[in-house]
């Protein structure tokens, strides 16, 4: 079901949240006081935007908060109720949350954020899923989360969309991106104006501190909320089976799996493709529904599991498990496949007529490591949630180097790979290895063969170990015959009674 709608939508990330996580890895690699923080993280955020009554949550994933804003005409404040929110979110994270005493000692998270502001589609994906996934769908939703990545600490950033929307006692808080500032990210998104400021720079000394008062609800929602829980009352558990959400919360079941797989896959330019003036929502947001079918139905088939969408792109992950090829096999194949399907998307006529004959393709990244699964959030609205090294260099080798239709590695899975060939004959680990390349001095790898070429590669390397081993046997038998003495018996000889 889609349902059309317009307003703002606002990316808030924890930026440092990495850093927290290897700080904490580096003491306790079972990220306990980092999962006990973003429970209590995500509940506040939650119980502040629900009393806002202007928006919502639509996902959180990882140390970022996805909040759609539907626009309301009749509200003649909507501009700056929207703005308080956003502030407001920022006085939680510096004022209210680093300040708990439960966290004292922990690093404070550091907050940034992107606003974007236009046409949208509200998706619930529950057609052909095990279990449904609300998402948007839009260039809004894209954009937001664009320029948020580029944000400095304490720093919001729009889009001109929504600077021209805003009253112009909002447009005079902001000041423009020069071209340094927007070099990275303005090639991705078809708006080539954006605007900036800082979270404390859009109300007055006196409004900020009414905004802080306004947070008191929430104060004592997250202080019950951090002291509710104890860190030993977080267990996790092995998972011997195909990892699976379903019941998993912090309070309850947390799984911890020691050696896992993890896959980024997201749609080269597609935030591009999206018209300033939204006018092509319609078309893509049809493009869309099939490419997460695509998505889904690869995943399904090489016995992953999904995490999330986010909006262009999935999150999974793949555990070995008794019965099942092994996970890295199972990763690449549907790395393979997914740039195999996605691309065939550019020869379907109906697609290219909704696309105006631009082409889509997909850059993916993969890694192997430890990995915590859980469930984080409100009760009812608890979002799938994986932290690890694992994940941020899947994420990484996505997101900094895999271009259209490449496969991008860590090298730490390069050295699974590479161990993979040295103890089995399995002629899958051998094209994979003698394909990957190196990024510079990166630590990177790519891999860009088609999933065709890899099947024939393989076929190729079978044949020929067949091929080799037939005649190592050969040779075989015949230094075994030659050695063979040619002894003449007489039967009748009397060495022989």
Request: proline letters at 1%; glycine letters at 6%.
């Amino acid at each position: 079901m889609f349902n059309k709608k317009q307003g703002v939508h606002l990316y808030l990330n924890i930026k440092n949240l990495m850093d927290v996580i290897r700080e904490e890895e580096d003491k306790d690699d079972d990220l306990k006081r980092t999962l006990h923080r973003l429970q209590t993280y995500f509940v506040g955020q939650a119980k502040l935007i629900n009393e806002s009554k202007i928006g919502f949550v639509e996902k959180h994933t990882a140390g970022r908060t996805h909040v759609v804003i539907e626009f309301d005409e009749e509200n003649d404040d909507f501009y700056k109720t929207m703005l308080e929110l956003t502030v407001k979110l920022f006085i939680f994270n510096n004022k209210t949350f680093n300040n708990l005493s439960k966290y004292k000692d922990y690093p404070n998270f550091k907050a940034h954020a992107g606003l974007d502001f236009g046409d949208y589609y509200e998706y619930t994906i529950n057609e052909y899923l095990d279990d449904e996934e609300f998402t948007t769908i839009g260039g809004v939703a894209n954009n937001s989360a664009k320029i948020q990545s580029y944000a400095p600490k304490d720093y919001i950033y729009i889009t001109k969309k929504l600077y021209d929307n805003l009253p112009s006692v909002y447009q005079d808080k902001f000041s423009e991106l020069d071209d340094g500032e927007k070099s990275e990210f303005n090639e991705k998104i078809r708006s080539s104006r954006f605007f900036k400021t800082h979270y404390k720079d859009i109300f007055s000394d006196d409004e900020l501190i009414s905004l802080e008062e306004d947070l008191s609800k929430v104060k004592e929602r997250v202080e019950d909320e951090a002291n509710g829980l104890n860190l030993k009352s977080i267990s996790f558990e092995s998972c011997k089976n195909q990892l699976t959400f379903d019941g998993l919360s912090l309070k309850g079941k947390n799984k911890r799996l020691e050696e896992v797989c993890v896959i980024c896959a997201d749609i080269r330019g597609f935030t591009k493709l999206f018209h300033v003036s939204d006018q092509n929502l319609d078309d893509l947001k049809e493009v869309m529904e099939l490419i997460y079918g695509i998505m889904n139905d690869v995943t399904i088939e090489s016995l992953g599991s999904r995490v999330q969408y986010q909006g262009d792109r999935i999150l999974s992950v793949y555990n070995d498990f008794k019965g099942s090829e092994d996970s890295i096999l199972r990763m690449f194949k549907a790395a393979l496949s997914l740039n195999t399907k996605i691309e065939e998307l550019n020869s379907n006529l109906y697609v290219q007529e909704k696309l105006n004959n631009q082409k889509i393709f997909i850059g993916i990244g993969c890694s192997i490591g430890k990995v915590i699964a859980t469930r984080l959030g409100l009760n009812g609205r608890k979002d799938k949630i994986i932290l690890s090294d694992a994940y941020k260099y899947a994420n990484k080798s996505e997101d900094n180097y895999a271009g259209a239709g490449e496969i991008v590695i860590w090298k730490k899975l390069k050295e699974a790979i590479d161990s993979k060939v040295e103890n089995s004959d399995e002629s899958e680990y051998q094209v994979i290895q003698d394909v990957l390349t190196a990024i510079s001095t990166t630590g990177f790898y790519s891999f860009n063969i088609t999933e065709e070429d890899f099947n024939d590669l393989v076929q190729q390397k079978n044949d020929l170990n067949e091929s080799v081993n037939n005649v190592f046997k050969s040779s075989t038998l015949n230094n075994l015959t030659s050695r063979t003495p040619n002894v003449q018996v007489d039967p009748w000889s009397k060495s022989n009674d």
